[in-house]
């Protein structure tokens, strides 16, 4: 259910009672222009005093009955309505069959009720929709708090394996060791002033990765095998959650990069098409050492597939594909 404004409530309960009150004294004008005052019998057993009962049960219900703390004057009146519904029920059964067989009073009665029980959910309904509403607020709002914890868990995961080349970088005494602490501050600007955001421009996220790739670079080697290219016009007005791809941006380098070899590589691309992201991640495979057996699938894709459902449910897909050379994961969200 979509949420609506305390203005729009207010306004549909309004319509709705208003609406139910005028169908009601249209049907019984009506029925009382044709049948009084020769015909007072059909008049008490027509359709129009039928609804005219059932809604009135429903408002004293509803307003009065429900609302009192003694159990047994709760039960009284609901006695109370079960037995107007009744003795309805009868006097229909004699007016049309002129004279009383319990087969059709229980059929009469069982219509009676059932509309009467229809009309009260349709008016709970209606004049609970400010607690409807504030439930699907709080709905979203967890929603909000899962997903933020989710991204914080990604935050310390990323830090970790930053460090680690940072540790990388001091133990070679490496001359962009300062760089590199540069470039990770500045990084850090983007995860503490930025990432609490429901949403960030794009760009702002494209600019994270070049920054985690530069960083790379000086771990690796200048040379190293690693591409990032991006198709498609990337304008400011373009949003996305944070921290959304750095992952699988991540994950590449954790299992591409982790030995010297030199046919490592890790390829990544974005293409945005009709406010469809396509971001694709490619990496080499190599044979690893027993030190370094462990399943692929680490927190950050499992954090990443939970915020995806979160956040893009039924407008994204991700496709991971493994051989034995090369791991690919294919990224598609509509980002309207």
Avoid: C
């Amino acid at each position: 259910m979509n949420q609506f404004s305390n203005a729009t409530i207010k306004a549909i309960k309004l319509v709705f009672n208003v609406s139910i009150i005028i169908v009601i004294l249209y049907q019984l004008i009506k029925t009382a222009f044709y049948a009084l005052p020769n015909d007072w019998f059909f008049f008490l057993t027509s359709d129009a005093i039928e609804n005219f009962i059932s809604i009135a049960i429903v408002y004293a219900l509803y307003h009065f009955v429900f609302k009192l703390n003694n159990i047994l004057h709760k039960a009284f009146y609901m006695m109370l309505s079960v037995t107007i519904l009744l003795f309805l029920a009868l006097l229909k059964d004699v007016r049309i069959h002129s004279f009383n067989s319990f087969g059709q009073t229980s059929n009469y009665f069982t219509s009676f009720l059932g509309q009467t029980l229809l009309f009260y959910l349709l008016f709970y309904v209606i004049n609970n929709l400010t607690f409807f509403n504030h439930y699907k607020k709080l709905e979203l709002e967890l929603i909000g708090v899962k997903e933020q914890l989710l991204r914080n868990q990604l935050h310390p995961h990323f830090l970790f394996n930053a460090f680690n080349s940072l540790y990388s970088l001091s133990l070679k005494n490496h001359p962009d060791t300062s760089d590199y602490i540069l470039k990770l501050s500045s990084m850090m600007r983007y995860l503490t002033d930025d990432t609490t955001f429901d949403k960030v421009p794009l760009t702002k996220e494209l600019d994270f990765i070049n920054k985690y790739i530069a960083i790379e670079k000086m771990r690796f080697g200048k040379d190293a095998a690693i591409k990032f290219t991006i198709s498609g016009a990337i304008q400011t007005d373009i949003f996305i959650a944070p921290f959304l791809l750095i992952p699988l941006v991540e994950n590449a380098f954790k299992h591409g990069f982790y030995t010297n070899n030199k046919d490592a590589f890790v390829n990544i691309s974005l293409d945005l098409k009709d406010k469809q992201l396509l971001f694709y991640v490619e990496n080499s495979v190599f044979e690893k050492q027993h030190f370094q057996e462990q399943q692929r699938k680490g927190k950050g894709l499992d954090n990443l597939k939970q915020r995806l459902n979160l956040l893009y449910s039924k407008k994204y897909t991700l496709e991971i594909n493994s051989t034995e050379n090369t791991y690919t994961t294919l990224l598609k969200i509509n980002i309207n």
